[in-house]
């Protein structure tokens, strides 16, 4: 069965721009930061070593209006601009990518997400074993007997491996029932209100909890 690697290529660069700042960022001689590069391709070179793939993609988000604001307005407005010192990085670390021939995947009006869900979906469709590299819990609605996600807890070097199996022994829901859970839950993290009097951003167990009592199954 053929390996294919999707990376959620803003996740990732800003999951090595924080994890290697301390009190002094990485620059080139000329002052340019480096740090989210040096942090990414770390990162790239130990998936392409530990899963060993056919093929690999890095989807990015581009600037712009998103099609979901069409949907909800208020959708990620709670967030910050990303910082200069890492926005200059991003097309240096593409320019890599782009050395190594690996494909970078943008549409405009479309996050990274949607781009890595609609590839996971196809390809497993296809047989292949779809490897995720994303911390976004949104991700795990695409999980299934041919797609993983590979989340990295804080305080550790080693992946949570996300199956099927897994997913419904932590949550008691099939994988594509996630959406449904954070639709009524909601998300701070995206600006996502939820059911109001509901339920709460609180853990999903509980959450799955609150749902049955409402007669939801």
Same mark, same amino acid.
């Given at each position: @069965?053929?390996?294919?690697?999707?990376i959620?290529? *803003?996740?990732?660069?800003?999951?090595? =721009?924080?994890?290697?700042m301390?009190? /002094?960022?990485?620059?080139?001689?000329?002052? !340019?930061?480096?740090?989210?590069?040096?942090? =990414?391709?770390?990162?790239?070179?130990?998936?392409?070593?530990?899963?060993?793939?056919?093929?690999?993609?890095?989807a990015?988000?581009? +600037?712009? +209006?998103?099609?979901?604001?069409?949907? =909800?307005?208020? #959708?990620?407005? *709670?967030?910050?601009?990303?910082?200069?010192?890492?926005?200059?990085?991003?097309?240096?670390? /593409?320019?890599?990518?782009r &050395? @190594? *021939?690996?494909?970078?995947i943008?549409? $405009?009006?479309?996050e990274?997400?949607?781009?890595?869900?609609?590839?996971?979906?196809?390809?497993?469709?296809?047989?292949? $074993?779809?490897?995720?590299?994303?911390n976004?819990?949104? @991700?795990?609605?695409?999980?299934?007997?041919?797609?993983?996600?590979? +989340?990295?807890? %804080? !305080?550790?070097?080693?992946?949570?491996?996300?199956?099927?199996?897994?997913? /419904?022994? +932590? #949550?008691?829901?099939?994988?594509? %029932?996630m959406?449904?859970?954070?639709?009524? @839950?909601?998300?701070?993290?995206? *600006?996502?209100?939820?059911?109001?009097?509901?339920?709460?951003?609180?853990?999903?167990?509980? &959450?799955?909890?609150?749902?049955?009592?409402?007669?939801?199954?």
């Amino acid at each position: @069965m053929d390996k294919l690697v999707l990376i959620d290529g *803003n996740s990732i660069m800003n999951r090595a =721009f924080y994890g290697i700042m301390g009190s /002094k960022m990485l620059t080139t001689k000329d002052g !340019k930061y480096t740090n989210a590069v040096y942090g =990414f391709l770390a990162i790239l070179f130990n998936i392409i070593d530990d899963i060993k793939p056919e093929y690999i993609a890095v989807a990015f988000d581009l +600037k712009g +209006k998103l099609k979901r604001k069409e949907l =909800f307005e208020g #959708y990620k407005a *709670n967030r910050h601009g990303m910082p200069d010192e890492l926005a200059e990085q991003m097309p240096v670390i /593409k320019d890599v990518l782009r &050395a @190594m *021939n690996i494909d970078i995947i943008e549409k $405009e009006g479309y996050e990274g997400d949607d781009i890595i869900g609609t590839i996971s979906k196809k390809a497993s469709s296809q047989g292949m $074993e779809v490897a995720v590299y994303t911390n976004d819990k949104d @991700m795990m609605q695409l999980i299934d007997s041919n797609v993983k996600q590979y +989340k990295k807890p %804080q !305080k550790t070097n080693d992946y949570e491996v996300i199956t099927v199996e897994s997913f /419904k022994e +932590k #949550y008691n829901l099939e994988p594509d %029932q996630m959406r449904d859970l954070l639709g009524l @839950m909601g998300d701070s993290a995206d *600006n996502i209100p939820g059911i109001p009097g509901i339920l709460s951003d609180a853990s999903p167990i509980k &959450a799955f909890t609150s749902i049955n009592s409402f007669g939801v199954t």
